[in-house]
Protein backbone atom coordinates (compact mmCIF):
# COMPACT_ATOMS: atom_id res chain seq x y z
CA UNK A 1 0.00 0.00 0.00
CA UNK A 2 0.89 3.67 -0.67
CA UNK A 3 2.01 6.35 2.10
CA UNK A 4 -0.56 8.74 3.49
CA UNK A 5 -0.83 11.20 5.71
CA UNK A 6 -3.54 11.37 7.50
CA UNK A 7 -6.00 14.43 7.93
CA UNK A 8 -3.37 16.24 5.40
CA UNK A 9 -4.57 19.60 4.92
CA UNK A 10 -1.63 21.45 3.18
CA UNK A 11 -2.27 21.39 -0.51
CA UNK A 12 0.28 19.80 -3.36
CA UNK A 13 3.70 20.19 -2.40
CA UNK A 14 6.82 18.76 -3.66
CA UNK A 15 9.02 18.07 -0.41
CA UNK A 16 12.41 17.43 0.38
CA UNK A 17 13.09 14.38 3.23
CA UNK A 18 14.82 15.45 6.47
CA UNK A 19 16.29 12.77 8.48
CA UNK A 20 19.02 14.79 11.40
CA UNK A 21 19.45 18.27 12.45
CA UNK A 22 22.14 19.00 9.67
CA UNK A 23 19.63 18.42 6.33
CA UNK A 24 16.61 20.60 8.05
CA UNK A 25 19.55 22.94 8.70
CA UNK A 26 20.81 22.67 4.89
CA UNK A 27 17.29 22.45 3.42
CA UNK A 28 16.28 25.56 5.85
CA UNK A 29 19.25 27.55 4.28
CA UNK A 30 18.50 26.75 0.88
CA UNK A 31 14.82 28.02 1.20
CA UNK A 32 13.19 24.77 0.31
CA UNK A 33 9.48 22.94 1.89
CA UNK A 34 10.61 19.71 3.67
CA UNK A 35 9.29 16.95 5.90
CA UNK A 36 11.38 16.51 9.21
CA UNK A 37 11.21 13.13 11.28
CA UNK A 38 12.24 14.34 14.92
CA UNK A 39 10.78 11.86 18.07
CA UNK A 40 8.69 9.48 16.08
CA UNK A 41 6.48 13.13 14.60
CA UNK A 42 6.14 14.61 10.96
CA UNK A 43 6.90 17.89 10.73
CA UNK A 44 6.03 20.03 8.28
CA UNK A 45 8.37 23.39 6.94
CA UNK A 46 8.89 26.21 6.77
CA UNK A 47 5.71 26.00 8.24
CA UNK A 48 6.80 23.67 11.16
CA UNK A 49 3.55 21.90 11.18
CA UNK A 50 3.35 18.22 13.01
CA UNK A 51 1.82 16.33 10.43
CA UNK A 52 1.21 12.93 11.92
CA UNK A 53 2.16 10.63 14.24
CA UNK A 54 1.28 7.22 12.30
CA UNK A 55 3.81 4.86 13.51
CA UNK A 56 3.98 2.49 10.32
CA UNK A 57 4.19 5.38 8.38
CA UNK A 58 7.20 7.24 10.60
CA UNK A 59 8.60 4.01 10.08
CA UNK A 60 9.01 3.81 6.38
CA UNK A 61 9.85 7.78 5.99
CA UNK A 62 12.74 6.86 8.70
CA UNK A 63 14.57 3.98 6.19
CA UNK A 64 14.79 6.20 3.04
CA UNK A 65 17.65 8.58 2.73
CA UNK A 66 18.29 12.17 3.49
CA UNK A 67 17.72 14.45 0.48
CA UNK A 68 14.82 12.38 -1.16
CA UNK A 69 11.76 13.39 -2.89
CA UNK A 70 8.33 13.21 -2.38
CA UNK A 71 5.31 15.02 -4.34
CA UNK A 72 2.73 15.51 -1.29
CA UNK A 73 -1.27 15.20 -2.82
CA UNK A 74 -3.74 17.14 -1.57
CA UNK A 75 -5.27 13.62 -0.17
CA UNK A 76 -2.34 13.03 1.67
CA UNK A 77 -0.47 10.35 -0.71
CA UNK A 78 3.22 10.40 -0.93
CA UNK A 79 5.01 10.00 -3.67
CA UNK A 80 8.49 9.01 -4.31
CA UNK A 81 10.08 11.28 -7.13
CA UNK A 82 14.01 11.15 -6.05
CA UNK A 83 15.40 8.33 -4.35
CA UNK A 84 19.10 9.72 -3.66
CA UNK A 85 20.61 6.29 -3.59
CA UNK A 86 19.67 5.34 -7.23
CA UNK A 87 21.18 6.53 -10.41
CA UNK A 88 17.60 6.12 -12.28
CA UNK A 89 16.72 9.41 -11.03
CA UNK A 90 14.58 11.18 -14.16
CA UNK A 91 12.64 13.88 -15.16
CA UNK A 92 9.23 13.12 -16.89
CA UNK A 93 7.95 16.12 -19.36
CA UNK A 94 5.34 15.36 -21.11
CA UNK A 95 3.24 11.85 -21.88
CA UNK A 96 2.49 13.16 -25.30
CA UNK A 97 4.69 11.86 -28.71
CA UNK A 98 4.52 13.39 -32.43
CA UNK A 99 5.42 9.68 -33.59
CA UNK A 100 3.44 7.14 -32.71
CA UNK A 101 5.85 3.83 -32.37
CA UNK A 102 4.41 0.25 -32.65
CA UNK A 103 7.02 -0.68 -30.24
CA UNK A 104 6.65 1.89 -27.65
CA UNK A 105 6.09 0.89 -24.11
CA UNK A 106 3.30 3.45 -23.38
CA UNK A 107 0.10 3.08 -24.57
CA UNK A 108 -1.26 5.36 -27.96
CA UNK A 109 -3.57 7.14 -25.58
CA UNK A 110 -0.77 8.68 -23.52
CA UNK A 111 1.21 9.72 -26.49
CA UNK A 112 -2.09 11.42 -27.45
CA UNK A 113 -3.83 12.70 -24.39
CA UNK A 114 -1.20 12.07 -22.05
CA UNK A 115 0.03 14.71 -18.97
CA UNK A 116 2.14 18.15 -19.75
CA UNK A 117 4.22 18.67 -16.74
CA UNK A 118 4.08 21.94 -15.98
CA UNK A 119 7.18 24.05 -16.25
CA UNK A 120 7.15 25.54 -13.30
CA UNK A 121 6.49 21.95 -11.29
CA UNK A 122 9.67 20.85 -13.02
CA UNK A 123 12.18 23.88 -11.94
CA UNK A 124 10.26 23.47 -8.36
CA UNK A 125 11.18 19.56 -8.34
CA UNK A 126 14.69 20.44 -9.96
CA UNK A 127 15.73 22.93 -7.34
CA UNK A 128 15.15 20.25 -4.64
CA UNK A 129 17.37 17.98 -6.51
CA UNK A 130 21.10 18.35 -4.78
CA UNK A 131 23.54 19.15 -7.29
CA UNK A 132 25.77 16.86 -7.05
CA UNK A 133 23.48 14.16 -8.00
CA UNK A 134 25.72 11.96 -10.53
CA UNK A 135 23.00 11.13 -13.19
CA UNK A 136 19.55 12.27 -14.44
CA UNK A 137 17.68 11.02 -17.22
CA UNK A 138 14.91 14.04 -19.54
CA UNK A 139 12.73 11.83 -20.74
CA UNK A 140 8.64 11.71 -22.07
CA UNK A 141 6.92 11.08 -24.28
CA UNK A 142 9.01 13.29 -25.83
CA UNK A 143 10.58 15.83 -24.08
CA UNK A 144 11.03 18.72 -26.74
CA UNK A 145 7.05 18.59 -28.20
CA UNK A 146 7.15 22.03 -26.15
CA UNK A 147 9.52 24.12 -28.54
CA UNK A 148 11.13 26.40 -27.00
CA UNK A 149 10.11 26.75 -23.40
CA UNK A 150 11.91 23.30 -22.76
CA UNK A 151 15.27 25.06 -23.57
CA UNK A 152 15.03 27.34 -20.25
CA UNK A 153 14.00 24.44 -17.80
CA UNK A 154 17.70 22.53 -20.18
CA UNK A 155 19.93 25.81 -18.99
CA UNK A 156 18.82 26.05 -15.66
CA UNK A 157 20.23 21.93 -15.53
CA UNK A 158 23.38 23.15 -17.18
CA UNK A 159 23.36 26.21 -14.37
CA UNK A 160 22.75 23.91 -11.27
CA UNK A 161 24.08 20.62 -12.09
CA UNK A 162 27.91 21.39 -13.11
CA UNK A 163 29.30 17.53 -12.53
CA UNK A 164 25.90 15.61 -13.09
CA UNK A 165 25.64 13.32 -15.96
CA UNK A 166 22.57 13.92 -18.19
CA UNK A 167 20.81 11.53 -20.56
CA UNK A 168 18.37 12.93 -22.99
CA UNK A 169 15.75 10.28 -24.69
CA UNK A 170 14.07 11.84 -27.62
CA UNK A 171 12.76 10.68 -31.60
CA UNK A 172 15.25 13.68 -32.26
CA UNK A 173 12.89 15.06 -35.03
CA UNK A 174 12.59 18.53 -33.77
CA UNK A 175 16.84 18.57 -34.10
CA UNK A 176 16.18 18.52 -38.09
CA UNK A 177 14.81 22.24 -37.43
CA UNK A 178 18.54 24.44 -37.22
CA UNK A 179 16.76 26.55 -34.57
CA UNK A 180 15.84 23.92 -31.95
CA UNK A 181 20.14 22.25 -32.35
CA UNK A 182 21.32 26.06 -32.22
CA UNK A 183 18.94 25.72 -28.94
CA UNK A 184 20.21 22.93 -27.57
CA UNK A 185 23.76 23.69 -28.15
CA UNK A 186 23.62 26.57 -26.55
CA UNK A 187 21.58 25.45 -23.26
CA UNK A 188 23.19 21.46 -23.02
CA UNK A 189 24.90 20.14 -19.86
CA UNK A 190 28.59 20.00 -20.65
CA UNK A 191 28.30 16.30 -19.77
CA UNK A 192 25.37 15.22 -21.88
CA UNK A 193 24.32 12.04 -24.37
CA UNK A 194 21.50 12.53 -26.59
CA UNK A 195 19.54 9.14 -27.33
CA UNK A 196 17.52 8.95 -30.39
CA UNK A 197 16.26 5.68 -32.16
CA UNK A 198 16.62 4.59 -35.47
CA UNK A 199 14.50 1.76 -36.51
CA UNK A 200 15.91 0.97 -40.03
CA UNK A 201 17.97 1.81 -42.91
CA UNK A 202 15.09 3.17 -44.73
CA UNK A 203 12.21 5.32 -44.55
CA UNK A 204 10.21 2.48 -45.44
CA UNK A 205 10.67 0.31 -42.71
CA UNK A 206 11.40 3.05 -40.34
CA UNK A 207 8.32 5.45 -40.78
CA UNK A 208 6.25 2.15 -40.77
CA UNK A 209 7.52 1.05 -37.16
CA UNK A 210 6.68 5.19 -35.92
CA UNK A 211 4.08 5.33 -37.74
CA UNK A 212 4.73 9.26 -38.95
CA UNK A 213 5.52 9.46 -42.36
CA UNK A 214 8.60 11.87 -42.47
CA UNK A 215 10.09 11.13 -39.33
CA UNK A 216 13.11 9.05 -40.68
CA UNK A 217 14.69 11.75 -42.81
CA UNK A 218 13.70 13.66 -39.64
CA UNK A 219 15.39 11.69 -37.54
CA UNK A 220 18.92 11.40 -39.32
CA UNK A 221 18.66 15.22 -40.43
CA UNK A 222 18.45 15.81 -36.59
CA UNK A 223 21.08 13.68 -35.89
CA UNK A 224 23.68 14.70 -38.23
CA UNK A 225 22.63 18.62 -37.11
CA UNK A 226 23.38 17.97 -33.84
CA UNK A 227 26.85 15.56 -34.26
CA UNK A 228 27.60 18.56 -36.54
CA UNK A 229 27.66 21.22 -33.35
CA UNK A 230 29.70 18.75 -31.32
CA UNK A 231 26.81 17.00 -29.12
CA UNK A 232 27.16 13.67 -28.26
CA UNK A 233 24.75 11.13 -29.89
CA UNK A 234 23.86 7.99 -28.92
CA UNK A 235 21.79 5.96 -31.51
CA UNK A 236 19.11 3.22 -30.05
CA UNK A 237 17.98 0.14 -32.29
CA UNK A 238 15.13 -1.83 -30.87
CA UNK A 239 15.00 -4.47 -32.80
CA UNK A 240 11.85 -6.39 -33.00
CA UNK A 241 10.10 -8.91 -36.20
CA UNK A 242 9.70 -5.83 -38.29
CA UNK A 243 13.07 -4.50 -38.27
CA UNK A 244 15.51 -8.03 -37.31
CA UNK A 245 16.12 -8.83 -40.79
CA UNK A 246 17.58 -5.02 -41.70
CA UNK A 247 20.59 -4.78 -39.31
CA UNK A 248 22.78 -5.65 -41.54
CA UNK A 249 21.75 -2.82 -43.76
CA UNK A 250 21.12 -0.48 -40.78
CA UNK A 251 25.02 -1.05 -39.69
CA UNK A 252 25.94 -0.31 -42.95
CA UNK A 253 24.00 3.15 -42.80
CA UNK A 254 25.37 4.18 -39.36
CA UNK A 255 29.11 3.59 -40.53
CA UNK A 256 28.58 5.17 -43.50
CA UNK A 257 26.35 8.37 -42.49
CA UNK A 258 27.16 8.94 -38.94
CA UNK A 259 30.17 7.27 -37.97
CA UNK A 260 31.04 10.18 -35.27
CA UNK A 261 28.23 8.67 -32.89
CA UNK A 262 29.28 7.96 -29.02
CA UNK A 263 27.75 4.66 -29.15
CA UNK A 264 24.63 2.91 -30.37
CA UNK A 265 22.44 0.92 -28.11
CA UNK A 266 20.74 -2.60 -29.52
CA UNK A 267 17.60 -2.96 -26.83
CA UNK A 268 15.20 -5.95 -26.51
CA UNK A 269 11.61 -4.70 -26.58
CA UNK A 270 9.37 -3.64 -23.36
CA UNK A 271 6.20 -5.44 -23.89
CA UNK A 272 3.77 -3.36 -22.54
CA UNK A 273 1.44 -0.41 -23.82
CA UNK A 274 1.80 -0.54 -27.91
CA UNK A 275 4.18 -3.24 -27.99
CA UNK A 276 2.01 -5.61 -25.94
CA UNK A 277 -0.88 -4.71 -28.13
CA UNK A 278 0.88 -5.49 -31.24
CA UNK A 279 3.08 -7.86 -30.72
CA UNK A 280 1.63 -10.66 -33.00
CA UNK A 281 3.64 -8.24 -35.49
CA UNK A 282 6.68 -7.26 -32.99
CA UNK A 283 7.73 -10.13 -31.13
CA UNK A 284 10.69 -12.34 -31.20
CA UNK A 285 12.51 -13.84 -28.84
CA UNK A 286 15.49 -13.09 -26.75
CA UNK A 287 17.71 -15.80 -28.59
CA UNK A 288 16.20 -14.65 -31.91
CA UNK A 289 17.00 -11.16 -31.58
CA UNK A 290 20.52 -11.71 -30.52
CA UNK A 291 21.29 -14.01 -33.99
CA UNK A 292 19.80 -11.52 -35.68
CA UNK A 293 22.16 -8.71 -33.91
CA UNK A 294 25.11 -10.62 -33.60
CA UNK A 295 27.00 -9.94 -37.24
CA UNK A 296 25.92 -6.05 -37.39
CA UNK A 297 27.67 -5.62 -33.43
CA UNK A 298 30.51 -7.48 -34.78
CA UNK A 299 31.19 -5.45 -38.09
CA UNK A 300 29.74 -1.94 -36.06
CA UNK A 301 32.65 -3.05 -33.63
CA UNK A 302 35.06 -3.96 -36.55
CA UNK A 303 34.45 0.09 -38.04
CA UNK A 304 35.57 1.32 -34.10
CA UNK A 305 31.77 2.09 -33.06
CA UNK A 306 30.87 1.18 -29.78
CA UNK A 307 27.90 -0.99 -28.81
CA UNK A 308 25.95 -1.81 -26.22
CA UNK A 309 22.95 -4.22 -25.25
CA UNK A 310 20.00 -3.37 -23.15
CA UNK A 311 17.77 -5.63 -21.66
CA UNK A 312 18.88 -8.63 -22.86
CA UNK A 313 19.41 -11.74 -19.83
CA UNK A 314 22.66 -12.96 -20.47
CA UNK A 315 21.87 -16.48 -21.08
CA UNK A 316 20.27 -15.73 -24.04
CA UNK A 317 23.38 -13.87 -25.48
CA UNK A 318 26.83 -15.26 -26.42
CA UNK A 319 29.48 -15.49 -23.81
CA UNK A 320 31.78 -13.51 -25.85
CA UNK A 321 29.25 -10.49 -25.86
CA UNK A 322 28.75 -10.36 -22.23
CA UNK A 323 31.13 -7.35 -22.15
CA UNK A 324 28.99 -5.47 -23.89
CA UNK A 325 25.36 -6.52 -21.94
CA UNK A 326 24.47 -3.84 -19.44
CA UNK A 327 22.28 -3.82 -16.44
CA UNK A 328 19.53 -1.49 -18.10
CA UNK A 329 16.31 -2.88 -16.65
CA UNK A 330 14.96 -0.51 -13.89
CA UNK A 331 15.11 -2.31 -10.74
CA UNK A 332 11.43 -1.34 -9.95
CA UNK A 333 10.61 -3.44 -13.34
CA UNK A 334 13.28 -5.92 -13.29
CA UNK A 335 11.94 -9.93 -12.99
CA UNK A 336 13.75 -12.82 -12.80
CA UNK A 337 11.83 -16.59 -13.62
CA UNK A 338 12.33 -19.34 -10.76
CA UNK A 339 15.22 -20.63 -13.18
CA UNK A 340 17.41 -17.54 -12.28
CA UNK A 341 17.13 -19.30 -8.08
CA UNK A 342 20.19 -21.39 -9.39
CA UNK A 343 21.94 -19.43 -12.05
CA UNK A 344 25.37 -18.53 -11.20
CA UNK A 345 24.96 -15.40 -13.12
CA UNK A 346 22.22 -13.82 -11.42
CA UNK A 347 23.66 -10.88 -9.53
CA UNK A 348 25.78 -9.45 -12.81
CA UNK A 349 22.14 -10.42 -14.62
CA UNK A 350 20.37 -7.35 -15.97
CA UNK A 351 16.88 -10.16 -15.98
CA UNK A 352 13.95 -9.23 -17.69
CA UNK A 353 10.81 -6.51 -17.77
CA UNK A 354 7.77 -7.49 -15.84
CA UNK A 355 5.88 -6.80 -18.88
CA UNK A 356 7.64 -9.45 -20.85
CA UNK A 357 8.48 -12.06 -17.99
CA UNK A 358 5.29 -14.28 -18.56
CA UNK A 359 5.76 -14.36 -22.38
CA UNK A 360 9.75 -15.68 -22.22
CA UNK A 361 10.16 -17.43 -19.10
CA UNK A 362 11.09 -20.95 -20.89
CA UNK A 363 13.83 -19.19 -22.86
CA UNK A 364 16.38 -18.47 -19.66
CA UNK A 365 18.13 -20.89 -18.41
CA UNK A 366 20.48 -21.01 -15.66
CA UNK A 367 24.14 -20.64 -16.00
CA UNK A 368 26.34 -22.85 -13.49
S1 LIG B 1 18.85 -17.75 -15.84
FE1 LIG B 1 18.03 -15.82 -15.05
S2 LIG B 1 19.74 -14.93 -13.89
FE2 LIG B 1 20.61 -16.54 -15.17
S3 LIG B 1 21.32 -15.48 -17.01
FE3 LIG B 1 19.22 -16.21 -17.40
S4 LIG B 1 17.85 -14.52 -16.83
FE4 LIG B 1 19.87 -14.12 -15.98
Known amino acids: MGLKIKNYTQGFKIV ?55 EIWPDGRLFLRFDTTSIDNYFFITGKCNSNCIMCPSPECSRKYGEDIELEKLITFAKHIPS ?88 VLGIKRLLRYGIRIEVRIVISKMNCTDLDKLSNFIIREMPQIEYISVIAMEMTGNAYKNKE ?8 AFSFASEAIKKLISYGIDVKLYNFPLCTVDPSFWMICEKSISPNKVRFGEVCEICDYKKVCGGVFAGTINMEKDELKAII
Not at 195 to 218: L, R, V
Open 16 to 70: SLALDENTKKDLICDNLDFIFINDKSLFLFPEDVNLEIDYELIQELSVRSNYDIY
Open 132 to 219: DTSHLTITGGEPFLSGEPIFDFVSLLRDKFPRTEFLFLTNGRIFSIDKYAKLLRKSLPSNSIIAIPIHGSDAEIHDSITQTKGSFEQT
Open 281 to 288: RLWISYKE
